[in-house]
């Protein structure tokens, strides 16, 4: 049975994220999406710097949002963020955003990273050595 990892994190919204209105800019959920990816990683043994210290960069290759409600200056937002296996040689990450006082769902979305070395100039085609024990060892493999 493959184990479903995932993290819920807080984030509160900052006044340098909201438009004149106090509406947050749509751009800034992208960055919630890294927030919830930081925050998976530092709880999963996963962090970027983690990854850079195996000799690799996981750049984003690929990011989808659907905007559901708005989002204002002040607001907490809870962060789920959820990784979905895959044999390919990525990574792929779900998201649902909430208004934390609300519980209302603000946001959906996913995203795909890909392995580089880290000279950022060869794709890998199979996942690191690295990678597939940290898959085993969370029973993602």
């Known amino acids: 049975m493959i184990a479903e990892l995932e993290n819920r994190t807080e984030v509160l919204v ?26 998976f990683g530092k709880m ?15 750049p984003v290759v690929n990011v989808q949002c659907d905007f559901k409600r708005s989002v204002r200056y002040g607001d907490r937002i809870i962060v789920e963020t959820k990784y979905i296996p895959t044999d390919s040689a990525k990574m792929k990450f779900t998201y649902r955003l909430f208004n934390a006082e609300t519980n209302e769902l603000v946001a959906t979305g996913s995203s795909v990273q890909v392995f580089l070395d ?7 085609l199979s996942n690191p050595p690295f990678f597939e024990e940290w898959k085993k060892k969370h029973d993602l493999a």
């Open 14 to 39: 900052r006044f340098n994220e909201a438009d004149p209105l106090g509406i947050v800019w749509h751009g800034h959920y992208i960055r919630y999406f890294e927030d919830g990816r930081e925050a």
């Open 44 to 58: 999963h043994g996963l962090s970027y710097l983690e990854v850079y210290k195996q000799g690799y960069v996981i």
């Open 118 to 124: 880290k000279d950022q100039s060869v794709l890998q």
